[in-house]
């Protein structure tokens, strides 16, 4: 399979939630878009089976040729090369789930040729390539989507609903861990491959950006390849973010947690879908001569079960067929591109002051 090189275009920004007018985001037909899955590993079979299952799935393209025969057999799409695809009117949009290295390359080739894209976390692996997506995606109207798969969890909205109601009080500290062994990869380190989620998390309950970000990353398999990586998010009015990630752990952990002025509550994804979201009503009282903590029971948050991917898939269609920015669209893709490109300077900067005090 070959990739096709497309080009940059300048732009002008647009929030989340406003229609756009133009033949991008409302299509000649104004119909929701047959879409072609552009690389269809572990990650693609998925993508390629919920786009399957909206009724929307026109190809798929890999490599692979078995993979193709695969998918063609099982969800009656057809294969197809890059070029074929971007050249083919019929089809209006394409999931990119390519190595990331790849992710600018397809991207832009997609929009050139007149096509929306989702484009599987992370957008890119640095800053400047980000901005060029969503740059040439408003340039030429068209929806610009990332896979940050969380925001449509039915787990962390209902965190989120407990934020922005006020039953947690003023957010005082958020605390993220994704850690579990494996998978390693060769292309990004762990600041790349896991820690998209918990800073698109993090910023949709801090309500904006950090004002400081420091970070540490710690390469045990290869020196230059961090394997666990440590983030620290100051936020304005004071509030702090701590963001562990590692795929160099014993055991699988998916849990972010809201230290609140009220109350605490956390969103584990291990645990079954009666307890993914608990309210812990804690007390603790600086009355008095000395601080008194009271524990109290976690108590349950009624979580609906649904497949977040499904939902991610569903809500791309939809914007792409009304002309709404998605929740994930370049705003907040290119905030957390932000927080990731500022991370992966400080951990530079350490690693440099590291090597330095020990030469």
Same mark, same amino acid.
């Given at each position: 399979m070959r990739y096709t090189r497309g080009r940059s275009q300048a732009g002008t920004s647009s929030a989340p939630g406003r229609a756009r007018a133009g033949k991008g985001y409302m299509d000649a037909q104004n119909e929701t878009p047959r879409v072609a899955v552009i690389g269809c590993g572990a990650w693609g079979r998925n993508i390629a089976r919920c786009f399957a299952t909206l009724g929307r799935l026109e190809a798929v393209v890999d490599p692979n040729a078995e993979t193709v025969e695969s998918l063609t057999a099982l969800f009656g799409c057809r294969g197809a090369s890059v070029e074929e695809v971007l050249a083919d009117e019929t089809i209006g949009a394409v999931a990119i789930?390519?190595?990331?290295?790849?992710? $600018?390359? %397809?991207?832009?080739?997609?929009?050139?040729? !007149?096509?929306?894209?989702?484009? =599987?976390?992370? /957008?890119?692996?640095?800053?400047?390539?980000?901005?060029?997506?969503?740059e040439a995606a408003r340039a030429a109207d068209r929806v610009m989507m990332?896979?940050?798969?969380?925001?449509?969890?039915?787990?962390?909205?209902?965190?989120?609903?407990?934020v922005t109601s006020g039953r947690?009080?003023?957010? $005082?500290? %958020?605390?993220?861990?994704?850690?579990?062994? !494996?998978?390693?990869?060769?292309? =990004?380190?762990? /600041?790349?491959?896991?820690?998209?989620?918990?800073?698109?998390?993090?910023?949709?309950?801090?309500?904006?950006?950090?004002?400081?970000?420091?970070?540490?990353?710690e390469g045990h398999l290869r020196r230059d390849t961090a394997d666990a990586v440590t983030m620290r998010?100051?936020?304005?009015?004071?509030?702090?973010?701590?963001?562990?990630?590692?795929?160099?752990?014993?055991f699988k952990e998916h849990r972010i947690s809201v230290i609140g002025s009220k109350a605490m509550a956390v969103f584990d994804d291990c645990l079954p879908w009666d307890r993914k979201v608990q309210i812990y009503p804690h007390q603790v009282s600086l009355d008095g001569g000395?601080?008194?903590?009271?524990?109290?029971d976690p108590v349950p948050v009624d979580v609906e079960?649904?497949?977040?991917?499904?939902?991610?898939?569903?809500?791309?269609?939809?914007?792409?067929?009304?002309?709404?920015?998605?929740?994930?669209?370049?705003?907040?893709?290119?905030a957390v591109m932000d927080v990731l490109h500022r991370s992966a300077l400080s951990m530079t900067d350490h690693q440099v002051h590291a090597a330095r005090a020990s030469a």
């Amino acid at each position: 399979m070959r990739y096709t090189r497309g080009r940059s275009q300048a732009g002008t920004s647009s929030a989340p939630g406003r229609a756009r007018a133009g033949k991008g985001y409302m299509d000649a037909q104004n119909e929701t878009p047959r879409v072609a899955v552009i690389g269809c590993g572990a990650w693609g079979r998925n993508i390629a089976r919920c786009f399957a299952t909206l009724g929307r799935l026109e190809a798929v393209v890999d490599p692979n040729a078995e993979t193709v025969e695969s998918l063609t057999a099982l969800f009656g799409c057809r294969g197809a090369s890059v070029e074929e695809v971007l050249a083919d009117e019929t089809i209006g949009a394409v999931a990119i789930a390519t190595p990331p290295s790849l992710h $600018r390359e %397809v991207a832009l080739a997609a929009i050139a040729a !007149g096509k929306h894209v989702y484009i =599987e976390k992370p /957008l890119t692996l640095n800053y400047p390539d980000a901005l060029a997506v969503a740059e040439a995606a408003r340039a030429a109207d068209r929806v610009m989507m990332t896979g940050h798969i969380l925001q449509f969890h039915n787990g962390f909205r209902a965190l989120k609903e407990l934020v922005t109601s006020g039953r947690l009080g003023e957010v $005082r500290r %958020v605390h993220a861990n994704r850690l579990n062994l !494996g998978a390693v990869r060769k292309e =990004e380190d762990a /600041l790349w491959c896991l820690a998209p989620h918990d800073v698109s998390m993090t910023l949709a309950l801090m309500g904006g950006s950090p004002e400081t970000v420091e970070a540490f990353g710690e390469g045990h398999l290869r020196r230059d390849t961090a394997d666990a990586v440590t983030m620290r998010l100051g936020f304005p009015g004071g509030s702090q973010a701590m963001i562990h990630v590692s795929w160099l752990h014993p055991f699988k952990e998916h849990r972010i947690s809201v230290i609140g002025s009220k109350a605490m509550a956390v969103f584990d994804d291990c645990l079954p879908w009666d307890r993914k979201v608990q309210i812990y009503p804690h007390q603790v009282s600086l009355d008095g001569g000395s601080p008194t903590v009271v524990r109290a029971d976690p108590v349950p948050v009624d979580v609906e079960p649904a497949e977040p991917l499904l939902a991610e898939c569903a809500h791309f269609l939809e914007c792409c067929a009304s002309g709404v920015e998605p929740i994930t669209g370049a705003t907040e893709a290119l905030a957390v591109m932000d927080v990731l490109h500022r991370s992966a300077l400080s951990m530079t900067d350490h690693q440099v002051h590291a090597a330095r005090a020990s030469a």
